[in-house]
């Protein structure tokens, strides 16, 4: 999917500017410029079109295209508890806000568009669904609750407090239970996202929104991965050994 690369200039074509990189798909719905199943048409000649500044265009895709990357070096477990748990709200959870709702439009489209052609997109629309419904207040409870009482905890065991077993008693939260309750249901929720749609690899001759509609799924799936890596791997350990440690004090 989407291997070859398009140096996004004025003449470029809109298919051919998808079809090179997914995230641009993002941009076109955003002005309503459709770029599946129509007549390819220069970006110049659709916004001229529609009215819009092509350079002010072209400047948003090339924002959407930027790479960044993040080096496998980071040593997150050295990461003080407050740094690392305002980069997972940061980080992780905001791309989670700003990705989902765009995704499930795209499953939603593509659902409606190929049902009868596909009929596992009814299975992805349905998991999809239940993601989106799962994350808010999965979010709203680490930020509110259980990630205060991380940082509580960790305050107190830093700086050798003599209340800190008593605040572990009197606040201890279910961590735990995030750990093996929530997360367990979004692991094996990706678990069948990538059996039905054989690791998001789309049918030989799948449209475009098709491609884009996958290639969001695992974008979403990678950043889920480290996202349940720092949370599962080194932040909640780390808390539950607070835990343990102080509780026997």
């Avoid at 979004?186 to 054989?198: G, K």
């Avoid at 098709?210 to 780390?238: G, Y």
Wanted: a negative charge; glycine letters at 2%.
């Amino acid at each position: 999917m989407f291997l070859h690369s398009v140096d996004i200039q004025e003449g470029a074509m809109i298919t051919d500017i998808v079809a090179s990189d997914y995230r641009t798909a993002d941009v076109f719905k955003r002005y309503g410029i459709e770029y599946c199943c129509v007549d390819n048409q220069s970006l110049t000649s659709v916004c001229q079109i529609k009215g819009l500044d092509t350079k002010a265009v072209i400047s948003e895709l090339r924002v959407a295209v930027r790479e960044t990357n993040v080096s496998n070096s980071i040593r997150y477990s050295e990461w003080h508890i407050d740094f690392l748990t305002d980069y997972i709200v940061n980080v992780h959870h905001q791309y989670l806000r700003n990705a989902i709702p765009p995704l499930k439009d795209y499953v939603e489209e593509l659902y409606k568009s190929h049902k009868a052609e596909y009929p596992y997109l009814n299975d992805i629309h349905k998991l999809v669904a239940s993601m989106s419904r799962q994350f808010t207040p999965h979010m709203k409870h680490e930020e509110e609750i259980i990630f205060p009482y991380i940082r509580q905890i960790a305050h107190a065991y830093y700086s050798k407090e003599s209340y800190a077993s008593l605040l572990v008693r009197t606040l201890r939260k279910p961590i735990e239970d995030v750990v093996e309750q929530e997360h367990e249901l979004i692991a094996d929720t990706l678990i069948e996202l990538r059996l039905i749609t054989n690791h998001y690899t789309p049918p030989e001759n799948a449209c475009l929104s098709h491609k884009v509609a996958f290639s969001k799924l695992k974008e979403v799936d990678t950043d889920l991965v480290q996202h349940m890596f720092l949370e599962n791997d080194v932040l909640f350990p780390r808390a539950l050994a607070m835990e343990k440690e102080l509780l026997e004090q």
